[in-house]
């Protein structure tokens, strides 16, 4: 159900364009380029592998970011249908995720092509790539069954999202990379962020690199924390998510 919904909102999004839900992906490339350019010429950054590395890391955080506004919205947005159609209370942050996912799936094709043209090694860290979007796809979940209700139950919850996803963008290794950077540094402008860990634990493999050990472990205890929060808090809250709406 929530698959079906998802794609028939997508569709409806991008009704009586020629490229339809193809946008996403032109969109995803103007971002990339753009960014590559500036912040490779800004930073003298090797094109070879800088390229790759923006493009990957832009890609799964709008991914991420996707799903963490969507599903601070996503209760708020099916209160007409919560509040009168008898139906699982989880189908809004399913749903959020699938059209997130879904998106995220047309943009993947770019990261592919990247890969193919810059020629980027593939090697046995490879095999960690599906376990990073299993992660990330988790985590996706989990954050819309309590952000959802808490954004329905405190309303400045939503803009507060909006307004710190913004924010994370320049707290997030997209266009910077950790190696120029001191510990200091990097724990400074990274080491509190959740979307970093999430980010270089999915982007590391695909680049041929192992994930350090700290990635491993922050992704880990990001990925045990949310999943109990999401659980509790929506189990907690599902029977009094209608008087909020």
């Not at 988790?138 to 913004?166: E, H, K, Q």
């Not at 493999?205 to 109990?228: F, Y």
Request: charged share 10%; glycine share 8%.
């Amino acid at each position: 159900m929530w698959w079906s919904l998802s794609v028939q909102a997508i569709r409806s999004q991008y009704r009586r364009t020629y490229l339809g839900p193809w946008w996403i992906t032109v969109q995803q490339v103007i971002f990339v380029v753009g960014l590559s350019l500036l912040f490779g010429t800004l930073l003298n950054q090797d094109k070879q592998t800088f390229i790759p590395y923006v493009t990957i890391g832009f890609i799964a955080f709008s991914w991420m970011t996707s799903m963490m506004t969507g599903g601070a919205n996503s209760i708020i947005s099916s209160g007409p249908t919560i509040k009168t159609s008898p139906g699982p209370l989880s189908l809004p942050a399913l749903r959020n995720f699938a059209m997130a996912t879904i998106q995220f799936l047309h943009s993947a094709v770019v990261i592919v092509v990247v890969m193919i043209i810059f020629q980027v090694p593939v090697g046995w860290p490879i095999v960690l790539a599906p376990l990073g979007l299993l992660v990330i796809t988790v985590n996706g979940i989990a954050l819309g069954l309590w952000l959802g209700p808490l954004a329905a139950r405190y309303r400045d919850v939503g803009p507060i999202v909006v307004s710190l996803s913004s924010v994370l963008f320049f707290f997030t290794p997209i266009f910077w990379t950790t190696d120029d950077l001191s510990r200091q540094q990097i724990a400074w402008l990274a080491g509190w962020n959740p979307f970093a860990y999430l980010l270089e634990f999915f982007r590391s493999p695909l680049l041929d690199q192992w994930p350090t050990v700290a990635v491993c472990l922050g992704t880990a205890g990001i990925t045990v924390a949310n999943v109990l929060g999401g659980v509790l808090h929506f189990s907690r809250t599902r029977e009094r998510l209608a008087y909020w709406l």
